[in-house]
Protein backbone atom coordinates (compact mmCIF):
# COMPACT_ATOMS: atom_id res chain seq x y z
CA UNK A 1 0.00 0.00 0.00
CA UNK A 2 1.10 3.30 -0.64
CA UNK A 3 2.16 5.55 1.95
CA UNK A 4 -0.81 8.50 1.03
CA UNK A 5 -2.97 5.45 2.11
CA UNK A 6 -1.59 4.70 5.21
CA UNK A 7 -3.32 4.95 8.17
CA UNK A 8 -2.07 6.34 11.87
CA UNK A 9 -3.11 4.01 14.47
CA UNK A 10 -4.76 5.40 17.28
CA UNK A 11 -4.45 9.32 16.50
CA UNK A 12 -4.75 11.50 19.17
CA UNK A 13 -6.76 14.31 18.53
CA UNK A 14 -6.60 18.02 19.85
CA UNK A 15 -10.07 19.68 20.89
CA UNK A 16 -10.33 23.33 19.38
CA UNK A 17 -10.54 24.48 22.33
CA UNK A 18 -7.21 23.56 24.02
CA UNK A 19 -5.68 24.83 19.92
CA UNK A 20 -7.53 28.13 20.95
CA UNK A 21 -6.48 28.34 24.38
CA UNK A 22 -2.43 27.28 23.16
CA UNK A 23 -2.86 30.07 20.38
CA UNK A 24 -3.77 32.46 22.75
CA UNK A 25 -1.34 32.13 25.40
CA UNK A 26 1.49 32.14 22.65
CA UNK A 27 -0.36 35.10 21.84
CA UNK A 28 0.20 36.49 25.82
CA UNK A 29 3.75 35.67 25.98
CA UNK A 30 4.43 37.51 22.94
CA UNK A 31 3.10 40.56 24.02
CA UNK A 32 4.44 40.54 27.59
CA UNK A 33 8.09 39.50 26.32
CA UNK A 34 7.21 42.72 23.60
CA UNK A 35 5.78 44.92 26.68
CA UNK A 36 9.45 43.62 29.16
CA UNK A 37 11.70 44.90 26.10
CA UNK A 38 9.96 48.19 25.78
CA UNK A 39 10.28 48.80 29.70
CA UNK A 40 13.72 48.14 29.20
CA UNK A 41 14.17 50.68 26.60
CA UNK A 42 12.41 53.07 28.32
CA UNK A 43 14.45 52.52 31.49
CA UNK A 44 17.62 53.07 29.69
CA UNK A 45 16.17 56.17 28.24
CA UNK A 46 15.18 57.01 31.14
CA UNK A 47 18.59 57.05 32.91
CA UNK A 48 20.04 58.83 30.07
CA UNK A 49 17.38 61.20 30.27
CA UNK A 50 17.95 61.80 34.29
CA UNK A 51 21.84 61.92 33.49
CA UNK A 52 21.49 64.95 30.65
CA UNK A 53 19.08 66.60 33.24
CA UNK A 54 21.32 66.51 36.17
CA UNK A 55 24.34 67.60 33.61
CA UNK A 56 22.21 70.37 32.29
CA UNK A 57 21.34 71.76 35.88
CA UNK A 58 24.84 72.01 36.94
CA UNK A 59 25.57 73.60 33.80
CA UNK A 60 22.82 75.69 33.96
CA UNK A 61 23.76 76.70 37.52
CA UNK A 62 27.32 77.33 36.96
CA UNK A 63 26.32 80.00 34.35
CA UNK A 64 24.52 81.47 36.43
CA UNK A 65 27.03 82.07 39.00
CA UNK A 66 29.36 83.24 36.41
CA UNK A 67 26.88 86.12 35.68
CA UNK A 68 25.92 86.41 39.16
CA UNK A 69 29.69 87.20 40.09
CA UNK A 70 30.38 89.64 37.21
CA UNK A 71 27.06 91.68 38.55
CA UNK A 72 28.44 91.60 42.04
CA UNK A 73 32.26 92.72 40.61
CA UNK A 74 30.20 95.79 38.95
CA UNK A 75 28.41 96.63 41.62
CA UNK A 76 31.07 96.81 43.90
CA UNK A 77 33.83 98.76 41.54
CA UNK A 78 35.83 95.86 41.03
CA UNK A 79 34.67 95.43 37.23
CA UNK A 80 36.75 97.69 35.01
CA UNK A 81 33.17 98.27 33.77
CA UNK A 82 31.79 100.05 36.58
CA UNK A 83 33.70 103.34 35.77
CA UNK A 84 31.08 103.29 32.96
CA UNK A 85 28.14 103.55 35.58
CA UNK A 86 27.07 107.10 35.25
CA UNK A 87 25.81 107.71 31.38
CA UNK A 88 27.57 110.90 29.34
CA UNK A 89 23.14 111.57 28.30
CA UNK A 90 23.97 109.97 24.85
CA UNK A 91 21.64 108.99 22.44
CA UNK A 92 21.93 105.31 22.15
CA UNK A 93 20.39 102.07 19.80
CA UNK A 94 20.87 98.72 21.68
CA UNK A 95 20.43 95.37 19.95
CA UNK A 96 19.81 92.24 21.50
CA UNK A 97 22.47 89.87 19.70
CA UNK A 98 22.73 86.46 22.02
CA UNK A 99 20.61 84.15 24.32
CA UNK A 100 21.28 81.57 26.45
CA UNK A 101 19.16 78.93 27.97
CA UNK A 102 20.68 79.59 31.67
CA UNK A 103 20.43 83.25 32.05
CA UNK A 104 20.43 85.08 36.03
CA UNK A 105 17.34 86.36 36.77
CA UNK A 106 18.53 90.02 37.57
CA UNK A 107 19.88 89.09 33.78
CA UNK A 108 16.83 88.89 32.75
CA UNK A 109 15.35 91.64 34.78
CA UNK A 110 17.63 94.00 33.07
CA UNK A 111 16.45 92.98 29.73
CA UNK A 112 13.05 93.27 30.61
CA UNK A 113 13.66 96.61 31.75
CA UNK A 114 15.25 97.67 28.30
CA UNK A 115 12.03 95.75 26.80
CA UNK A 116 15.16 93.59 24.95
CA UNK A 117 12.73 90.16 25.85
CA UNK A 118 13.91 88.61 22.40
CA UNK A 119 16.76 87.93 19.93
CA UNK A 120 17.27 90.94 17.58
CA UNK A 121 14.94 92.88 19.09
CA UNK A 122 16.20 96.53 19.77
CA UNK A 123 15.64 99.89 20.98
CA UNK A 124 16.33 103.67 21.71
CA UNK A 125 17.69 104.62 25.44
CA UNK A 126 19.23 107.59 26.79
CA UNK A 127 23.01 106.88 28.06
CA UNK A 128 21.80 107.79 32.08
CA UNK A 129 22.91 106.57 35.28
CA UNK A 130 19.81 103.90 35.41
CA UNK A 131 19.90 103.12 32.08
CA UNK A 132 23.75 101.94 32.47
CA UNK A 133 23.08 100.22 35.52
CA UNK A 134 21.01 97.53 33.36
CA UNK A 135 23.35 98.08 30.29
CA UNK A 136 25.94 96.38 32.50
CA UNK A 137 24.20 93.95 33.46
CA UNK A 138 23.59 92.60 29.89
CA UNK A 139 26.57 93.68 27.75
CA UNK A 140 27.34 90.12 27.09
CA UNK A 141 24.01 90.11 25.27
CA UNK A 142 23.63 92.72 23.71
CA UNK A 143 25.50 95.55 21.41
CA UNK A 144 25.05 99.29 21.04
CA UNK A 145 26.54 102.42 20.16
CA UNK A 146 25.29 106.30 18.68
CA UNK A 147 22.75 105.68 15.89
CA UNK A 148 23.27 108.36 13.10
CA UNK A 149 20.28 110.47 11.88
CA UNK A 150 20.32 108.20 8.55
CA UNK A 151 20.07 104.80 10.97
CA UNK A 152 17.22 106.33 13.14
CA UNK A 153 15.29 107.65 9.71
CA UNK A 154 15.84 104.16 8.32
CA UNK A 155 14.73 102.06 11.47
CA UNK A 156 11.31 104.40 11.83
CA UNK A 157 10.36 104.15 8.46
CA UNK A 158 11.57 100.60 7.90
CA UNK A 159 10.61 98.81 11.25
CA UNK A 160 8.35 101.20 13.24
CA UNK A 161 5.30 99.57 14.82
CA UNK A 162 2.87 100.33 18.16
CA UNK A 163 0.61 98.51 20.28
CA UNK A 164 -2.70 99.07 18.40
CA UNK A 165 -5.81 98.01 20.04
CA UNK A 166 -3.19 95.42 21.94
CA UNK A 167 -1.75 94.14 18.53
CA UNK A 168 1.96 95.08 17.09
CA UNK A 169 1.08 97.23 14.18
CA UNK A 170 3.67 98.96 11.69
CA UNK A 171 3.61 102.50 11.60
CA UNK A 172 1.89 102.92 8.04
CA UNK A 173 0.07 106.27 8.16
CA UNK A 174 0.74 110.21 10.11
CA UNK A 175 -2.84 109.39 11.19
CA UNK A 176 -1.52 106.54 13.77
CA UNK A 177 0.95 108.99 15.30
CA UNK A 178 -1.32 111.72 15.66
CA UNK A 179 -4.25 110.00 17.48
CA UNK A 180 -1.54 108.39 19.66
CA UNK A 181 0.32 111.58 20.09
CA UNK A 182 -0.99 114.39 18.72
CA UNK A 183 -1.25 115.91 22.66
CA UNK A 184 2.20 116.07 22.47
CA UNK A 185 1.98 117.90 18.98
CA UNK A 186 3.86 114.93 17.30
CA UNK A 187 1.75 114.14 14.58
CA UNK A 188 3.75 112.27 12.25
CA UNK A 189 6.99 110.08 11.43
CA UNK A 190 9.15 112.78 10.64
CA UNK A 191 7.88 114.50 14.30
CA UNK A 192 9.03 110.81 15.58
CA UNK A 193 12.23 110.86 14.29
CA UNK A 194 13.18 114.32 15.24
CA UNK A 195 12.01 113.78 18.98
CA UNK A 196 14.12 111.25 19.32
CA UNK A 197 17.38 112.16 17.27
CA UNK A 198 17.45 115.29 19.53
CA UNK A 199 16.03 113.48 22.81
CA UNK A 200 13.47 115.79 23.00
CA UNK A 201 11.21 115.98 26.37
CA UNK A 202 9.11 113.92 24.72
CA UNK A 203 11.54 111.51 24.44
CA UNK A 204 10.17 108.64 26.79
CA UNK A 205 6.52 109.23 25.44
CA UNK A 206 7.51 108.56 21.79
CA UNK A 207 9.97 105.21 22.90
CA UNK A 208 7.14 104.05 25.00
CA UNK A 209 4.85 104.08 21.82
CA UNK A 210 7.01 102.33 19.92
CA UNK A 211 7.30 98.75 20.15
CA UNK A 212 10.63 97.23 20.04
CA UNK A 213 12.25 96.78 16.72
CA UNK A 214 12.57 93.77 14.92
CA UNK A 215 15.33 93.23 13.37
CA UNK A 216 16.67 90.32 11.22
CA UNK A 217 20.06 88.11 11.54
CA UNK A 218 22.73 90.19 9.34
CA UNK A 219 22.21 89.33 5.56
CA UNK A 220 25.31 86.95 5.53
CA UNK A 221 25.21 85.65 9.45
CA UNK A 222 26.98 86.41 12.37
CA UNK A 223 29.72 84.62 11.15
CA UNK A 224 31.17 87.24 8.63
CA UNK A 225 34.51 88.54 9.79
CA UNK A 226 33.09 91.91 10.39
CA UNK A 227 30.66 90.99 12.55
CA UNK A 228 31.94 88.24 14.49
CA UNK A 229 34.17 90.18 16.52
CA UNK A 230 30.60 91.31 17.79
CA UNK A 231 29.65 88.11 18.66
CA UNK A 232 32.32 86.36 19.99
CA UNK A 233 33.18 89.35 22.84
CA UNK A 234 35.23 86.71 25.19
CA UNK A 235 36.08 89.83 27.47
CA UNK A 236 33.64 90.19 30.17
CA UNK A 237 35.40 93.65 31.26
CA UNK A 238 35.17 94.97 27.66
CA UNK A 239 32.41 97.32 26.31
CA UNK A 240 29.59 96.11 24.23
CA UNK A 241 29.44 99.35 22.25
CA UNK A 242 30.17 98.83 18.76
CA UNK A 243 29.55 100.75 15.33
CA UNK A 244 25.58 100.59 15.47
CA UNK A 245 25.26 101.88 12.39
CA UNK A 246 27.23 99.55 10.22
CA UNK A 247 25.44 96.65 12.12
CA UNK A 248 21.66 97.91 12.36
CA UNK A 249 22.40 98.44 8.37
CA UNK A 250 23.26 94.12 7.79
CA UNK A 251 20.40 93.66 10.16
CA UNK A 252 17.51 96.10 8.61
Not at 47 to 63: H, S
Not at 144 to 154: A, C, E, F, V
Not at 225 to 240: F, G, I, P, Q, T
Request: glycine share 4%.
Amino acid sequence: MSDSHRTVANPVYVSETLLKKRKRNEKQAAEKAKERLEARKKQKMNRKTQFKRADEFVRAFRIKEKQKRRIVAIESGKNKASKRSKGDGRLLFVARIKTAKAIHQEVLSALKNLRLRKMNSGVFVICNETTMKDLLRVEPFVTYGSPSLKTIRDLIMKRGAAKINGVRTPLSSNAMVEEALGDLDIICLEDIIHEIANKGENFAAVTSFLEPFELHDPVKGWRQKKLKEVLDRENEEESAEDDINKLVETMN
